[in-house]
């Protein structure tokens, strides 16, 4: 029973791969021959003089894409998992009930909007894109940070220190790795949404992969939306399909 | 729901001197927004950034002797031997409503007085402070209903009382000076046309996710194949950027409207209303067939067989069993997908759809940052006003437990 659900999960997990890798293949075959496709969008838009975004690169604006999603969540993910840490210590427990009510009330807010109101206070260009989406992904790291540390069981932490672990050590070997799988569901909804935001960057004036995407809307081009387009929605499910390989790695038994 | 206030009163027990510490730094949080941060800004025209104020300098003396009273208050009933527990939470909330109200009337004022005898293009804007007092104003008032924990009913008229003590604000001749609510005065006709038509786009794109989507829950209930298959390929289009899918749905939907032309005549086209419904209607089915379909799983198998037992129909289990104590699950799903649409249509001004989103970005490309905020902040309020009233709604439609309320 065990062994061929062990084996049907092996194979998903074979296939997924596949995908992924196939996926990843033609994010990149996509980013780097952009150029050569140029012939197909001339015949698809024959009514458009320059059917290829040309004012940059499709690999820098990329790298740029990535660059800022990175950036993002990095800071994200450092004081996402720190405050929810402090929140289930019993320093900082107090603060929980507040956090976690701000999180979810957070992520109500529209990620549009918070990109919005990132202007007056930073400016325009990649500062306030930046603030705008570790804030927003801030909110699912938290939540799932303390949502995962809360399902490891109470029994479990008593184990720990009755073998005479430190509070250090059992943060460190047994809490952290059982929560982990949830830590990493939350960043990779905080990653996905920042994906999407990072493209709507490029309205105030940061450079992704929307910015051929938004060029084309304002110019009516609707080779550049495609194109822009496109690559965003591959590197979306690309990064969508890696994370789920990497939860897959942290979930123990079952 | 119960165990959640186990962590705050061991935590007071650890520390018996401050009871609420979440309260107290709340409280220095405002006292270093106001020391440190502008609490207005006044500029010569709308384009040109202004010349900060303090609180110091925009509040009215009463003002400030008001502002210091409230903090004071709030600092004491974070103190535990200074204040019994509940009356001290009841008083945070109280405070936190003056503080509110504090907030905007001294906005309000600073404005009016400023700009008596300021030449008509000068402009008043609110500074971070404000924007940190009204902040701290709402959590305190989270964080006193969370201890506090009255029924969904009180805590709805607090809220309501809250939101009119706004309202007030905004209605009467207050705020009026704002450069803010200037631009709005300017935008009169055209932010309620744009308003309506953003909720316009909402309701339209839920009524056929909902049509859609509960009837394909029900089928992943009823037929395990079908599940995973649905489950993935609306999985997929969940991870989607928004803006990507608007962007995808234009060229075919312009080619088919050349090619249709009765389309074409009922108003689907590349850009507008069409390609954005589409694309919220698409999102809006995930969280809608995965709630369903979960609400539906989580009826005891007990229950439906005493309901067989009973000699009720298929039917009959259906629609009084199944479905009623699904139901909660099935909201919150609702909620998801409301907050989701509301936010999602923002950007779906990026392809003419209109809708607030249209301030927003029209804003941006003319760097008009009251333009900005007349569309960003309503979007805000109107996703958290509908999350607030569907979790209401979900807690209502929660079966009432024996011996609960």
């Not at chain 1, 009930?97 to 109500?108: E, F, K």
């Not at chain 1, 990493?184 to 992704?208: E, F, L, M, W």
């Not at chain 2, 300021?118 to 969370?146: E, H, K, N, T, Y």
């Not at chain 2, 999985?235 to 995808?248: C, D, E, K």
């Amino acid at each position: 029973m065990s062994g061929a659900r062990t084996l049907h999960r092996l194979r998903a997990a074979s296939a997924g791969s596949g995908v992924l890798i196939a996926l990843c293949g033609l994010l990149i075959a996509l980013t780097l021959g952009m150029a050569q496709l140029e012939p197909l969008f001339r015949a698809l838009f024959p009514s458009v003089s320059n059917p290829l975004y040309t004012r940059d690169s499709y690999l820098n604006l990329m790298l740029a894409h990535i660059g800022l999603v990175v950036v993002s969540s990095l800071i994200s993910v450092g004081i996402g998992i720190a405050a929810g840490l402090f929140v289930t210590r019993p320093a900082g427990r107090e603060f929980e009930p507040m956090v976690s009510s701000l999180a979810a009330v957070g992520q109500t807010f529209p990620p549009a909007a918070v990109l919005a109101i990132a202007v007056p206070l930073a400016g325009f260009g990649f500062a306030p894109t930046i603030i705008a989406l570790s804030l927003y992904g801030l909110l699912p790291v938290i939540q799932n940070t303390i949502t995962g540390l809360d399902t490891v069981p109470e029994t479990t932490r008593e184990a720990a220190r009755g073998n005479g672990m430190s509070a250090w050590q059992i943060l460190w070997r047994i809490e952290l790795p059982l929560a982990m799988r949830v830590i990493v569901a939350g960043v990779r909804v905080s990653v996905i949404i920042n994906i999407g935001t990072a493209t709507i960057g490029s309205t105030v004036g940061a450079k992704s992969l929307g910015t051929p995407l938004i060029a084309g809307l304002v110019s009516n081009n609707l080779a550049y939306v495609i194109q822009g387009a496109l690559l965003v929605g591959l590197l979306a499910i690309v990064a969508d399909l890696a994370f789920e390989r990497l939860e897959r790695r942290f979930t123990f038994g079952g | 729901m119960t165990d959640a206030a186990a962590p705050s009163s061991s935590a007071e027990r650890r520390s018996p001197l401050i009871g609420n510490r979440v309260l107290l730094t709340l409280v220095v949080v405002c006292l270093l927004g106001v020391g440190l941060l502008p609490f207005a800004s006044m500029a010569p025209n709308r384009l040109v950034s202004g010349q900060s104020m303090s609180t110091w300098a925009a509040f009215a003396p009463w003002q400030l002797v008001t502002l210091a009273g409230l903090l004071a208050l709030l600092a004491l009933a974070s103190f535990a031997h200074l204040m019994p527990r509940r009356p001290g939470h009841a008083v945070a909330l109280a405070a936190a409503l003056a503080l509110l109200a504090l907030d905007f009337v001294a906005l309000g004022g600073y404005a009016h007085r400023a700009l008596a005898d300021a030449s008509p293009a000068a402009r008043v804007s609110q500074g971070s402070a404000f924007w940190v007092l009204l902040f701290a104003a709402g959590l305190i008032m989270i964080d006193a209903l969370q201890r506090l924990r009255p029924p969904p009913v009180w805590r709805a008229l607090y809220a309501a009382t809250a939101l009119t003590l706004v309202g007030v604000c905004f209605a009467t001749d207050l705020l009026s000076p704002l450069s803010i609510m200037r631009e709005f005065a300017n935008q009169r006709d055209n932010f309620v046309d744009q308003l309506t038509r953003h909720l316009a786009l909402v309701a339209g794109a839920l009524v056929p996710a909902l049509v859609v989507g509960l009837p394909l829950g029900l089928l992943a209930r009823r037929r395990p194949g079908a599940r995973n298959v649905l489950f993935s390929v609306l999985n997929v289009f969940q991870t989607l950027p928004s803006i990507a899918v608007f962007g995808l749905l234009i060229a075919p939907l312009a080619a088919l409207a050349a090619a249709l032309p009765w389309l074409r005549e009922v108003g689907v086209g590349g850009i507008g209303a069409a390609p954005a419904l589409i694309a919220l209607v698409l999102y809006s089915l995930l969280p809608i067939v995965r709630n369903t379909y979960a609400g539906l799983a989580g009826v005891a198998p007990g229950t439906l067989e005493a309901a067989r037992g009973m000699g009720m129909t298929a039917r009959q289990i259906l629609w009084r069993v199944e479905i009623p104590l699904a139901l909660p699950v099935i909201l919150s799903g609702l909620r998801i997908v409301t907050v989701q649409a509301i936010g999602l249509t923002v950007v779906a001004a990026l392809i003419g759809a209109g809708g607030l989103g249209a301030f927003i970005f029209q804003g941006l490309g003319q760097y008009a940052i009251d333009l900005v905020l007349l569309g960003a902040i309503p979007t805000i309020v109107l996703a958290v006003v509908a999350d607030f009233t569907l979790q209401l709604l979900v807690a209502l439609s929660r079966p009432t437990r024996a011996g609960q309320g």
